[in-house]
């Protein structure tokens, strides 16, 4: 539940809105606030030429108006709006008179790459993480986009996962299928468990980025998607997919004016998860002596610590340096 009254501390300015309108603005502009801007990013990583083309077969999709109705008859009809204001029931209950016409709708915007302005609009709805509920700072956004954008984000996830099954680290446990945060437990409580009976020593790190899924660069994880193996219309329509996005946040019945997503993978989209995965997929390369689990954004590195690497040296006068 939203408090009457909500604030927000930025820059030593403390702003409080107590109204519907102003409470829904003051959550539009925190949210937007944590976006990062990013230019001329494409040179930023190492190895990611323009020029080298990856060994890997080119993506295609074309999508048949069979799997287009499976997809529509396995909506939750109880799922929330997005901001077209089309129910799911309604979809799911003509999904025979409607397939054939969102099949050339969803093909047309893959083979020309542009996914409809009126698709990346987010309604963002504010969930409550911890601490004080009057802070808009405790609160993360979700998204609820149109369920028609939503239904073409699965059908492309289904065509492309085969693909990225294989590309993803396998240390990585986040939004797989087959996989959980226990899969990973067990995973790491394993090999520790089998470290600790030896007798031996073994540090871990715990990282968690913050706000991950927020500033994610655009223009990096288009480069990324290239590399492996997005070219063409998918990568144009990837493209589109991610920039020139817009959301509104709705609170206590008021809505806010629509601010740009200058960055970032929307959260409560289909596809907006296996991207974030693919932004990451390359940092546990850079981890090369130590073990390293995964899931999303957090991330667990542990090692197994020499004791004779721990031993100081001392050094007595007329004698050499010796461990004890």
Known sequence: MIPQTVSWTSENEQKIADSSKTIAELYNSYFVSVFSIH???QNDQEGT??????????????????EVFSALRALDPDKALGPDGIPSRILKETAQQ???????????SINSGVVPDEWKLANVVPVYKRGEKEDVQNYRPISLLCIVSKLLERCVLKHIWEHL?????ECQHGFVPGKSCTSQLIGVLDKIGRLLDRGEQIDVIYLDM????DRVNHEILIEKLRHLGFKTNLLRWFKS??????????????????????????????????????YVNDLPDKISSSSIAAFADDTKIFKRISKKALLPTVKEPGRSTDKI
Do not use: W
């Not at 030429?49 to 069979?66: A, M, Q």
């Not at 054939?100 to 047309?108: E, G, V």
């Open 241 to 278: 997919y991610l920039y020139h996005r817009r959301q509104q946040v709705t609170v206590l019945g008021a809505t806010s004016p629509t601010l740009p997503v200058t960055s970032g993978v929307p959260q409560g989209s289909i596809l907006g998860p296996v991207l974030f995965l693919l």
């Open 165 to 169: 099954r294989v590309i993803l680290n």
């Open 39 to 41: 230019q001329n990013t």
């Open 210 to 213: 913050s706000k991950a899924f």
């Open 98 to 108: 409607i397939a054939p016409s969102l099949t050339l709708l969803f093909n047309k």
């Open 49 to 66: 030429n323009k020029n080298d083309e990856p060994n890997i077969e080119e993506l295609e999709i074309t999508l048949s108006e069979l």
